[in-house]
Structure formats: structure tokens, C-alpha cells
């Protein structure tokens, strides 16, 4: 113990050297080196302290398996003597014996009644549940029949209706066609008979023409005109007769189409009919099939109660002899009992006087190495405090010009916003003054309209020049003073980029070296400072990004001479 606290007591003044000589690379590498050497020196304290923690864990562990061995001590020489004033002889064993087998012969017994009653339950509401099964099956396999056979009866009904009315309507039809063939022939002779009535009248019209004269022609065209409108009427008779055989003929290729139809119904009926009969046939055998194996599942069963009542019976003998072997070990049991007592106690003084003076040891070492600790969290935290307050001023100077930017931003979008209304205010005039011109043009017919165009049109250019002329006055000062201005947000982006290269190079290196006192001094912190320190850095470099990037927006901001041009 005092050669750790000599060494600690020697090695505390370095980081008053690191304070001291922050600025000078020199004082860093002296500082770094001792810093190592208090690192290594953690490092060995950190696993003497590790190994004395496993040495009290196994001690730990030593009391507790003498605590867990004296309390079965205990047990045990309890069960010790109450066997001894029962005074266990061989004949109350082999009473046990008896009352054992006895009793678990009852339970098995009693169990082998249960399963056997269960098993006679169960077989019972399997009968009863496959008769009901079979008889429901049975109802519903009939009562689709009867449906059936309803279904087909009407079926047959409406079809043999149909086939009726179909017969009677072809006879009809039949007997329609008749009447139209014999009107046909009818209407035929008539037209023969005309037809020679006609010839007959000419050869008398000729004979009389001759004879006759002019009263003959006459006659003649009177004959023509009555023949013109016999062969009309004729004609349109033949025509209707034509129409109504057509219609009769449609009528009897309509009929013989229903006919054919309600013959491919009925064949559809039957085919169903057959179908359903089929599908009948195959329900009954699947039922046959699943009472055949829901029989063999039964007789399974049976078979598998039968093996757990042979089983049971084994389990009985295996019972007995397991308890004759019982009671030999408890007499081993015994005498390893009173061997591991002696053994124990002697284990035990010794294992407490050890802990006892590794107990003083440990928590020396424990108190030296949290004064170390404490040491190094005030340097560190002393540095974040150092860099915090770097980093937020960077931040601060980053904000006003990031300010200053976004003023000068808006100004311009000021003076975009003006140029854009006088653009189209500009854009309005040439609008007039070509309209004035097209109108000018349109009335070049009249003198006066032509000069009043072109005075507007000289007009309109004055305007123009006048609103060019402003909008030049009004934004040169404007540009001009942009431009001074981006030249010094220009010139103070570049000193804050050499400032912010400074204090990047000085955070490299300090962060270089601390990063090595991390690392070495890793194993010596505990994990929860450890990972504390390690949060307030990443945070560190998160911030100083987001200065890198407030800096780098600064810098791709326009040049001076484009936005004068612009």
C-alpha cells in the first residue's frame, strides 16, 4: 500500500505541468509522457484492484457454498435423529416397505379404474355419436333424394308441357302452311285462267279491230287498263301469299329450334340427375370409410390404455426397488455428511482470516485509485470548459454573419423585386406601343389616325427612356453598395476562416492528445466516466461541424463582380 500511494503522490503534480504549459508542444510531449506512465500505472492498479474483486468473489462464493453445506448439514443430522428416536429397525422397514407398495399400488390401481371407466365412456359416446352420425347421414341422404326426384318430376312436367305446346303449335303452323299452299294453287289457276281470258280477248280484239276501226282501239286501251290492273292486283296477291310463306317457314325453323332445345334441356337434366345419384353413391362410401377408421382410432386407443396399464405396473415394481436403494444412501449420505462437516469448518476459519486482511488490502487500493480519478476528471473537465467557451464564441461571431448575410440577402431580393415591376412595367409600354402601331397600321387609310399613332408611339418612347433612365439612378447606388458589402462580408468570411484554421489546428492537437489519454487511461476510469466524457466530445465535434459548415456556406457565397453584373 505505500508504494502505490508513494507513486500517486509523485505522479499528481503533471497535470498542473499540463496546465501550465497548454501552449508550448513541448510541455505537451513532457506532460504526454508522464501522463503514460500514471497510465500504466492505472492500468496495473486497475488489475491488482481486478484480481483482489475475482479473489473476494471466490471467497464470496467459498462462504456460500459453506453456509449451503451446513444448513444440509443441519438437515441432514436432523433427519439423523428423528430416525433414530423412531428408531428405525428392520422389521418397521419392511412395514414401510409394505405401506409404501401398498399405497402405491392403491394409486395406480385407482388411476387403472379411472382410465377403464373412461375408456367404457368414451366407447359408449363413440357408438352413440356414429349411430346418430350414420341415421342423420341417412335423413339427409334421402330427404336430397326425395328433392331430387321432386326437382326431376317437375322438370319432366314442364318439359312434356312444352313438347305439348310445341306439337301443337307445328301442327297449327302445319296446317297454316296447308291452307297458304292450297290459297297458292288457287290463286295459280285463277292466274292461268286470266291469263287465257286475256289471250281470248285479244283474238277478239284483233278480229273486232279489224272489222271495227277506231272504236276497236278504243276497246283496246280499255283492255290493256283492265289487264294492267289485274296484273297488279294479281301481282300484290302472289306478293302477300310469298310473305306469308316466309313468315310460316320462319315460324317452323323458330318452332323446330325450341324443340331441339327443350330435348337438350331434358339431356341436361338426366345427365344432372346421374350426376346427383352418383355423388349419392360416393357419400355413402366415404361414410363407410370414415366409421372404418374412426373404428381403427378406438381400437388404437384401447391398445394405447392396455400399454399404459403395463407400463403403470412397471413403474410400481421400479418404485419399490428405487426405495430399498434410498435407504442405502442415506446411511452413505450420512458418513459423507460427518467427513465434509469436519473439512468444512476447517476450510472456513481459514478462508476468513485470508479475506479479512485481503478486505483491509483492497480497500486501500479502492481509496488511492478514486483520488487519481478524481484528479483527472477535474484537468478534463477544466479543458471541455477551455473549449466550450472557444467554440461558442466561433459560434456567436458565425451568427452575426450569417445575420448580416441574410440582411443583405433580403436587400437584394428587394431590389429584384423592384427591377422586376419596372421590367414589366417596361414590358407594358412596348405592349402599348406595338398595340398602337398595329393600329396604327390598320388605319393607314385615314391621315389624322396615322399622325395620332405616330405622336403615341413618340410618346411611349419617351416614357420608356424616362422609366430606363430611372430605374439606372435608382439602382447604380444600390449595386454599389452591395458590392462594398460583399467585399466585407467577403473579407471578414476570410478572417474567420483563418481564425476557425487556428482554432481547428489547436483542437487537432489537443484532441490528438487526449485522445491518447483516453486511450490509455481507458482501463483505469471507470466505464461510466469512461462513456460520460466520451457523449461531451462527440457533442464537441458535432458543434464544431456545424461551425465548418456555417464557415463553408459563408464562403460560396457570390463574388462582388457577379452580383454587379447581375
Not at 310463306?245 to 338426366?270: F, P, V
Request: glycine share 4%; net charge neutral.
Amino acid at each position: 500500500h505505500g508504494i502505490i500511494l508513494g507513486r500517486s503522490i509523485r505522479a499528481a503534480p503533471s497535470w498542473s505541468i499540463v496546465s501550465s504549459n497548454g501552449a508550448g508542444g513541448l510541455g505537451y510531449a513532457r506532460a504526454l509522457s508522464e501522463e503514460r506512465l500514471r497510465s500504466d500505472q492505472h492500468r496495473s492498479n486497475f488489475q491488482l484492484l481486478k484480481a483482489k474483486h475475482s479473489q473476494l468473489q471466490e471467497q464470496s462464493g467459498l462462504n456460500d457454498t459453506l453456509h449451503a453445506a451446513k444448513k444440509e448439514r443441519d438437515d441432514a443430522r436432523a433427519e439423523l435423529e428423528e430416525a433414530k428416536l423412531q428408531g428405525l429397525n428392520a422389521q418397521k422397514l419392511e412395514m414401510i416397505k409394505a405401506q409404501v407398495t401398498e399405497d402405491l399400488e392403491l394409486a395406480y390401481k385407482d388411476r387403472y379404474a379411472q382410465l377403464s371407466q373412461e375408456s367404457a365412456y368414451h366407447r359408449q359416446e363413440w357408438n352413440r355419436l356414429r349411430y346418430e352420425s350414420a341415421a342423420a347421414r341417412s335423413r339427409d341422404l334421402e330427404h336430397a333424394k326425395a328433392e331430387h326426384s321432386r326437382v326431376i318430376e317437375e322438370l319432366k312436367l314442364v318439359h312434356d308441357a312444352e313438347v305439348a305446346n310445341l306439337r301443337r303449335e307445328r301442327d297449327f303452323l302445319l296446317q297454316q302452311n296447308a291452307q297458304l299452299l292450297a290459297r297458292l294453287k288457287a290463286l295459280d289457276s285463277e292466274l292461268e285462267e286470266a291469263r287465257t281470258g286475256r289471250d281470248t280477248e285479244q283474238q277478239s280484239g284483233r278480229t273486232a279491230s279489224s272489222n271495227f276501226g277506231t272504236p276497236t282501239s278504243r276497246l283496246s286501251i280499255k283492255c290493256s287498263t283492265i289487264k294492267c290492273r289485274t296484273r297488279e292486283s294479281l301481282r300484290q296477291q302472289l306478293d302477300d301469299t310469298g310473305r306469308e310463306l316466309s313468315e310460316a317457314r320462319a315460324l317452323d325453323l323458330q318452332l323446330t329450334g325450341r324443340s331441339a332445345e327443350a330435348e337438350k334441356n331434358a339431356a341436361q337434366l338426366r345427365s344432372r340427375l346421374e350426376e346427383l345419384e352418383h355423388k349419392a353413391k360416393l357419400e355413402m362410401y366415404n361414410a363407410k370409410l370414415q366409421w372404418t377408421q374412426e373404428r381403427g382410432a378406438i381400437e388404437r386407443e384401447r391398445d394405447s390404455l392396455l400399454a399404459v396399464r403395463d407400463d403403470l405396473q412397471h413403474r410400481l415394481s421400479l418404485a419399490a426397488s428405487k426405495l430399498s436403494r434410498l435407504e442405502r444412501d442415506a446411511l452413505d449420505r450420512e458418513r459423507q455428511l460427518a467427513r465434509r462437516e469436519q473439512a468444512v469448518r476447517e476450510e472456513e476459519w481459514q478462508a476468513r482470516q485470508q479475506i479479512e486482511s485481503e478486505k483491509i488490502a483492497a480497500e486501500g487500493e479502492l481509496q488511492t485509485a478514486r483520488q487519481k480519478v478524481a484528479e483527472v476528471d477535474s484537468v478534463i473537465r477544466a479543458e471541455r470548459e477551455r473549449c466550450q467557451e472557444r467554440v461558442s464564441r466561433a459560434e456567436s461571431e458565425a451568427k452575426a454573419s450569417a445575420d448580416e448575410r441574410a440582411s443583405l440577402e433580403s436587400r437584394i431580393e428587394r431590389l429584384e423585386r423592384e427591377l422586376r415591376t419596372q421590367t414589366e412595367a417596361r414590358d407594358e409600354l412596348e405592349s402599348r406601343l406595338r398595340r398602337h402601331e398595329a393600329e396604327a397600321a390598320a388605319a393607314a387609310d385615314t391621315l389624322d389616325a396615322l399622325e395620332e399613332a405616330k405622336s403615341e408611339r413618340l410618346e411611349a418612347q419617351r416614357e420608356l427612356r424616362q422609366v430606363q433612365a430611372t430605374i439606372e439612378r435608382e439602382l447604380r447606388p444600390e449595386i454599389r453598395r452591395l458590392t462594398e458589402a460583399l467585399a466585407g462580408a467577403e473579407s471578414a468570411v476570410e478572417a474567420k476562416s483563418r481564425e476557425f484554421n487556428r482554432a481547428k489546428e489547436e483542437w487537432r492537437k489537443k484532441k490528438h492528445k487526449y485522445s491518447a489519454a483516453v486511450e490509455v487511461l481507458r482501463k483505469g476510469v471507470s466505464h461510466d466516466e469512461y462513456n460520460r466524457v466520451r457523449k461531451e466530445l462527440r457533442d464537441l465535434q458535432r458543434r464544431l461541424g456545424d461551425f465548418r459548415s456555417v464557415l463553408m456556406t459563408f464562403a460560396r457565397a457570390p463574388e462582388p463582380g457577379s452580383a454587379s453584373r447581375e
